[in-house]
């Protein structure tokens, strides 16, 4: 099975899901949906094991602001990549930065 399931008709918003699916399990489903307002909303759909035994159906809407999804249709496709590289996976690139550090330890001083 696929890792991650992109339904967009849109290539703009399939790119910002792309930006996201970092930040949500393998076998996650994003679906493209026009929103109230008429701007898209990405809808992402996964399965979380919560702490019993059972599976838990997931469903999350990501609504962006029209101002902002001007902006981010005006900028160049160049910016917009690095827009996106640094905008969702920051916990993680903090986190594998923390994990990669080979400082040693400062020993305990009493005062």
């Known amino acids: 099975m696929e890792?991650?399931?992109f339904e967009c008709?849109?290539?703009e918003i399939e790119e910002l899901a792309r930006v996201i699916s970092d930040l949500f399990p393998e076998q996650t489903q994003f679906i493209e949906r026009a929103g109230e307002n008429g701007v898209p909303q990405?809808?992402?759909h996964w399965v979380a094991m919560r702490f019993g035994?059972?599976?838990k159906r997931m469903e999350l809407t990501v609504a962006i602001a029209?101002?902002?999804l001007a902006r981010y249709r005006a900028m160049p496709p160049r910016a917009r990549a690095a827009a996106s590289r640094y905008c969702a996976?920051?916990?993680k690139r903090r986190?594998?930065?923390s994990k990669k550090s080979t400082r040693k330890a400062r020993p305990y001083?009493?005062?």
């Open 3 to 5: 890792a991650y399931q």
């Open 9 to 11: 008709a849109n290539a």
């Open 42 to 44: 990405i809808v992402v």
């Open 53 to 55: 035994s059972t599976a």
């Open 66 to 68: 029209p101002a902002a």
């Open 89 to 91: 996976p920051m916990w």
């Open 95 to 97: 986190w594998d930065r």
């Open 109 to 111: 001083r009493a005062k």
